[in-house]
């Protein structure tokens, strides 16, 4: 993520109203990001990197919904959100579910399988 504290407020960032709707929001980031992308840009990679992480930060926290509802409320109860207050809206981890778990356990299975097989041959063809 941007370090947000030396750059514009999500909504000036895209270049749109508080109020936007999500169809003005996209169509902004399309525009702004054929403009910043490091591969489109005269712009120098650094430069152009920063603009576009940027942008990528406020399109994602703009059009999801529920983030725009907490950054709307802390950006409407301080005229500055501090960097603090933006990374409360940076969306939680969820816990792993059961099949994520199990997806975990059969890759830990395979990784060791295939070291005890490597190593098996490794060690008869030494022999």
């Known amino acids: 993520m941007v370090n947000s504290s030396t750059t514009a407020n999500l909504y ?5 109203e508080a109020g936007a709707s999500p169809e003005e929001l996209r ?5 702004l990001s054929k403009r910043f992308h490091p591969d489109t840009t005269e712009l120098e ?8 992480c940027a942008l990528q930060e ?6 999801d919904p529920e983030l ?3 950054y709307d409320l802390a950006i409407n109860n301080s005229t ?3 960097p603090a207050s933006q990374e409360i809206l940076l969306p939680e981890r969820r816990p792993l579910s059961g099949g994520e778990w ?5 890759l830990a299975g395979a990784l060791i399988f295939s070291l005890i097989i490597g190593v098996g041959l490794a060690y008869l063809r030494s022999n």
């Open 45 to 52: 990679p650094a430069e152009a990197s920063v603009q576009f």
């Open 68 to 70: 725009r509802r907490k």
């Open 102 to 106: 199990f997806a975990l356990l059969l």
């Open 12 to 16: 000036e960032r895209l270049g749109v």
């Open 58 to 63: 406020a399109i994602e926290v703009l059009g």
């Open 80 to 82: 500055s959100p501090s």
């Open 27 to 31: 169509a902004a980031f399309r525009r």
